[in-house]
């Protein structure tokens, strides 16, 4: 009795574990980048084949538990011993890791083995104890030098640039919220001002983690307009929770208008 | 071989309280100790996760309690987030070392390794008591934390540096909180080096007559072979957590980068690299969790036969040298958890490959047990429903590893809600459901009383349910993009995810609330259980050929022979390892 | 000497001498403290340019700014020229123990930033730390290390309790952040004696002012500080300017 009940749990559990997946009910957010269409494939195959695997061994399992629950008389071993077991594992599962490995390298190289586009667009992004700061390197296309201890934050020099002295810096327009032009290949490189952080658009299909002493490149291209939420997702501290900046995809001509707007302020 | 080997030196049995039960070398009182330690360990465990769990759900909820244990930390009972950080990443550093490495290993392995093997004692019986006593001093110091005024710190129980390594400008608990920490794991990791060098040299020396590695239970094979990835594991602990202790201490900077900016203030360290903490803390931090769950295996490939009445599939072989492929490939995969830490994008590719194999000798074992039932004759006693309970959820936990060991799916779903619901069902609930599944088993030979089956079947019921309802629910909101280490959840898409947040806390409060029927078990079960008979499971390894618990020296003053493998099970009849009788034919 | 005149000899010696002490222990600030410093401070120059700040990471900022823009708050210049913000006290002439005022300075976090962005208290005076906003902050002041103040970083969550402080040692001046919210800055002057902060005009008054001559000091955290001398007589308030000169 006990084991025909533990038999009709697990395969519940494996049905309604089944269901909410395949039905979405949370599930990832639309996706508006160019590379992301790979990853959402990626994650679809490997929900075929870990699901597969998952409802047969449950099932399977289930099924010999109100079998043999309470069974009398002399046992006997699976035909064939452990042998087809072993092979199945090599064969079967083998196969799945080759062929997931495979294309998911695809995946994976589409984000970080192809070269940035020449007309990516630079924006240079600092993340601090609690919040995110962008820079654009303005008219000159060139970003000026930082000096950490010149960051002030309390008069708001949170890159430590110094305008008045280094010309590339001069124009140099920092913000608090992160614009980008639809369908234009953007290039950011991640630094940290004091610990570790992450970079996490979920729409993007884009998750970096920013290394104090490293500054990380990473490139991609937003299909879509919209307004998009950067968290952060590596422990940072007390405000790790709250720390966020909103990420704009605009068309070209709200872009430049709102790039403008910035530059006014600076 | 047994005849050449080094005895354990015999030791009359002791006298007084002290001796017997505190400061005792008695490798029995030690594995008891162990279990104990881990049990109140786990208790404290879960009452922070309850604590979580409640102010993730319930922001404006006053916890009762909190705000006299830490008026700073939770000022009114409404916790603030640095606490929200210190209570997680005290509930991963408790639950992970001392309880989850601690009882599997430490605590079964001790009370039953040396009876297993016939010998009277572990190898090094004194350092023995040394390695439980340094451990408990461990938890002294990770306990202490709460008690100081800035409390335990907020990294995590991963510590990543420079977070953990900059001291308080970082955050409140960074000062003294983290230093007690890294002490209190730097003892841990000597305890388990200790322990790990003891279970090596008993299963290799102290064999007694007739016992050949073939013939070894399968727990002990399990605990062995763990006894070396902790060996190598732990010691590359030790050193990162030294290195991280002189960042803090002694004005180095092995992981802290010049040019750190801190509340406007540059920051005198330079020249370091947080990816070699991540690294070295890695390439123990993986191990680890196999180190969690070998013990597992080995308890459950330990207790199936005896309930199915037969041998496993594959004999001996399969499921052991499918542990010892675990054991070792687990060493070369550590880079999985660095996929978007800034480490080279090709070293990514790297790790995922071994990773992704280590689930063949992962599928192999779970296949051994699940075809071991085909054509069995199934008993449900409680450590049976336990064991089958650690397969389901073994099989549920590593089937979540294929999203995050690919690096392409790893990038999204990488600091989400589901990761931690894998970590929770692989290395959490399947090797706790081992743990009690051992625990059922094992408590008329430790204690030579009955638990009662009712109150462990009714234990198991509601354990099983509410482990599905609060951890396959984090894998659902993982998917939705739900951040981890989240000490609230304000952000636009989250806040669509509260009733799941709702139904996570629930489900986890009643799942807390039937261990207690566990503890009441166990406790009334030692005083008012039925007598436990010296074989009540009519099982065939060497601890059922003892007395129920069994006498100071194990057998009594014998000198156990070995004339069989450990799974000479046929229905209702088996045959003990060390009955002279010949085997049934054709086994 | 008869007895009875001994008697009355020494009990007058006594009474002398218990007077004469009487009157020695008492604190130095024994006649009533009414005396008043008051005057302006002016900015001579052009008001540099404060950006604006941009709240938008936590928009539950916004919630309780009702519309207000913000800006940095570094140079706060009022209509007429005049310079908020500078903390003017007593560096030298004060003498004695001085009494420390019960009624507890306020600090609020207000709109996501500080109110007011320079806070004058005296050694051991309560501060009321409170967060009147619609999420978290977290307070963290950063004192001179080895100054006798002791650094803290502690969070306040909606609804939370306010929270009480003290500053052991004179410093000037302490700055306090909020890391939540990077933008957020201020300054904690503990200084002895009566002291004032300028308004948005300019403005200042140091009041319970003992009579005497003193050097009065203005500090502004970008201009630095400026002194001059001024005496305060019983019933007449002194005044006193200062002009700091623009960068």
């Known amino acids: 009795m006990v084991g025909k009940i533990f038999a009709v749990v697990v395969a519940l559990v494996t049905l309604v574990t089944a269901y909410c997946v395949i039905t979405h009910v949370w599930w990832m957010p639309v996706d508006i980048s160019a590379h992301g269409p790979k990853i959402d494939h990626q994650i679809e195959e490997t929900i075929l084949v870990a699901g597969l695997l998952f409802i047969a061994g449950q099932i399977v399992l289930a099924s010999f538990v109100f079998l043999y629950g309470g069974a009398r008389g002399k046992p006997k071993q699976i035909p064939g011993g452990a042998k087809p077991l072993v092979i199945f594992a090599f064969v079967l599962v083998g196969t799945e890791i080759l062929a997931l490995s495979f294309i998911g390298s695809k995946a994976w190289g589409a984000v970080y083995f192809a070269a940035p586009d020449p007309s990516s667009m630079p924006i240079d992004v600092q993340a601090g104890q609690f919040a995110y700061y962008f820079r654009y390197p303005g008219l000159d296309g060139k970003f000026g030098a930082l000096h950490p201890e010149m960051i002030n934050e309390g008069t708001q020099n949170y890159f430590g640039i110094d305008p008045e002295h280094d010309p590339d810096a001069k124009d140099d327009i920092v913000t608090a919220e992160m614009a980008i032009p639809v369908n234009q290949p953007i290039l950011l490189t991640l630094h940290s001002k004091d610990v570790g952080h992450s970079f996490y658009v979920r729409e993007l299909r884009v998750q970096q983690d920013f290394v104090p002493g490293l500054d990380i490149p990473i490139h991609f291209t937003a299909t879509q307009t919209g307004r998009y939420e950067i968290v952060c997702t590596q422990l940072c501290g007390l405000g790790h929770y709250n720390m966020k900046a909103y990420l704009s995809v605009l068309s070209q001509a709200d872009f430049d208008d709102w790039l403008k707007k910035q530059a006014a302020m600076q | ?587 | 000497m008869k007895t009875h005149q001994r008697i009355a000899a020494t009990v007058f010696a006594l009474l002398l001498l218990f007077a004469v002490g009487l009157l020695w222990s008492t604190p130095g600030v024994g006649a009533a403290a009414t005396g008043q410093i008051a005057g302006t401070v002016k900015l001579d120059g052009p008001a540099p340019h404060q950006k604006p700040i941009d709240m938008s990471k936590d928009p539950s900022c916004a919630q309780t700014r009702g519309g207000t823009p913000a800006a940095g708050e570094s140079v706060v210049v009022g209509a007429n020229g005049g310079l908020a913000n500078v903390v003017v006290y007593i560096s030298q002439g004060l003498s004695g123990d001085l009494p420390i005022p019960s009624k507890p300075v306020t600090f609020e976090q207000r709109g996501c930033q500080y109110v007011p962005h320079v806070v004058a208290v005296n050694p051991g005076q309560h501060m009321t730390i409170l967060n009147d906003d619609k999420t978290m902050h977290n307070i963290h002041p950063e004192p001179k290390p080895g100054g006798g103040n002791n650094a803290f970083n502690k969070s306040q969550v909606v609804g939370a309790p306010p929270l009480d402080v003290t500053w052991a040692s004179e410093e000037i001046a302490i700055p306090v952040k909020c890391n939540v919210h990077p933008w957020m800055h201020a300054f904690i002057v503990v200084v002895k004696g009566p002291n004032g902060v300028s308004d948005a005009n300019g403005s200042f008054k140091l009041e319970n002012v003992p009579p005497g001559t003193y050097t009065l000091t203005a500090w502004h955290e970008a201009f630095g500080t400026m002194t001059q001398k001024v005496t305060v007589a019983e019933g007449k308030p002194a005044a006193a300017e200062f002009s700091f000169k623009g960068k």
Request: proline residues 6%; aromatic residues 16%.
């Open chain 2, 1 to 587: 071989m047994a005849e050449t080997s080094v005895q354990a030196a015999h030791h009359a049995a002791p006298q007084g309280f002290i001796r017997k039960y505190l400061f005792s070398v008695d490798h029995k009182v030690i594995g008891i100790q162990y279990l104990t330690l881990s049990m109140v360990a786990a208790f404290v465990g879960m009452a922070l996760s309850w604590a979580m769990r409640l102010h993730l759900a319930y922001p404006d909820f006053r916890i009762p309690l909190l705000g006299w244990l830490s008026p700073n930390g939770a000022p009114n009972g409404v916790m603030t987030p640095e606490y929200y950080l210190s209570l997680m990443t005290m509930h991963g550093t408790i639950m992970a070392f001392f309880v989850l490495t601690a009882a599997p290993f430490a605590g079964f392995g001790n009370f039953l390794l040396p009876i297993q093997v016939g010998a009277a004692d572990m190898a090094f019986p004194r350092l023995n008591m040394t390695s439980f006593w340094v451990t408990f001093v461990g938890f002294l110091l990770a306990a202490a934390t709460f008690f100081i005024p800035d409390g335990p710190p907020l990294s995590g129980w991963t510590a990543y540096a420079p977070l953990s390594a900059v001291g308080s400008v970082a955050g409140p608990g960074q000062g003294l909180g983290q230093t007690l920490w890294v002490f209190s794991i730097a003892l841990f990791c000597i305890a388990s080096l200790l322990g790990a060098l003891n279970f090596i040299v008993t299963t290799l020396d102290l064999r007694t007559k007739g016992l050949t590695l073939s013939r070894l239970p399968l727990s002990t094979w399990a605990w062995f072979i763990d006894a070396w990835v902790s060996l190598l594991a732990f010691a590359v602990l030790l050193p990162c957590g030294l290195l991280l202790a002189l960042d803090r201490l002694g004005g180095t900077s092995f992981f802290i980068p010049g040019g750190l900016v801190f509340n406007d203030q540059l920051q005198p360290h330079s020249g370091g690299s947080p990816l070699l903490f991540q690294h070295l803390f890695w390439f123990f931090g993986h191990p680890e969790v196999y180190i969690i769950i070998l013990p597992a295996f080995g308890i459950v490939s330990h207790i199936f036969p005896t309930f199915i009445r037969k041998p496993l599939v594959g004999g001996w072989k399969v499921i052991t040298f499918a542990e010892i492929a675990v054991g070792t490939l687990s060493f070369v995969v550590w880079g999985h958890h660095m996929f978007v830490s800034g480490m080279s994008p090709f070293m990514a590719m790297v790790f995922s490959v071994p990773t992704l194999f280590i689930t063949i000798p992962s599928v192999i074992a779970v296949l051994v047990w699940v075809f071991s039932l085909y054509g069995s004759n199934l008993r449900f006693d409680t450590p049976m429903l336990y064991s089958l309970g650690f397969v389901s959820l073994f099989i549920t936990g590593g089937i979540g590893g294929f999203f995050l060991a690919q690096p392409s799916t790893d990038s999204y779903l990488h600091a989400t809600s589901f990761v931690v619901g894998h970590f929770h069902f692989t290395m959490g609930l399947s090797a706790i459901f081992a743990t009690f599944a051992g625990f059922y088993y094992w408590y008329p030979k430790m204690f030579g009383r009955m638990m009662n089956e009712k109150l462990g079947k009714l234990h198991f019921w509601l354990s099983f349910v509410g482990v599905y309802c609060v951890f396959m629910t984090l894998h659902l909101t993982g998917f939705a993009g739900s951040v981890r280490r989240y000490s609230a959840f304000v952000d636009d898409f989250m806040i669509p995810l509260m009733p799941a947040q709702r139904f996570m806390t629930i489900s986890a409060l009643l799942l807390g609330a039937s261990q207690f029927i566990f503890l009441f078990n166990a406790i009334w079960s030692r005083f008012k259980g039925p007598k436990a008979a010296d074989n009540p499971w009519g099982a065939t390894t060497l601890e059922w050929d003892t007395t129920s618990p069994p006498p100071s020296d194990n057998f009594g003053g014998r000198q156990l022979t070995v004339y069989h493998g450990p799974m000479e099970y046929h229905g209702e009849a088996s045959v003990m390892q060390t009955s002279p009788a010949a085997s049934v034919a054709g086994t």
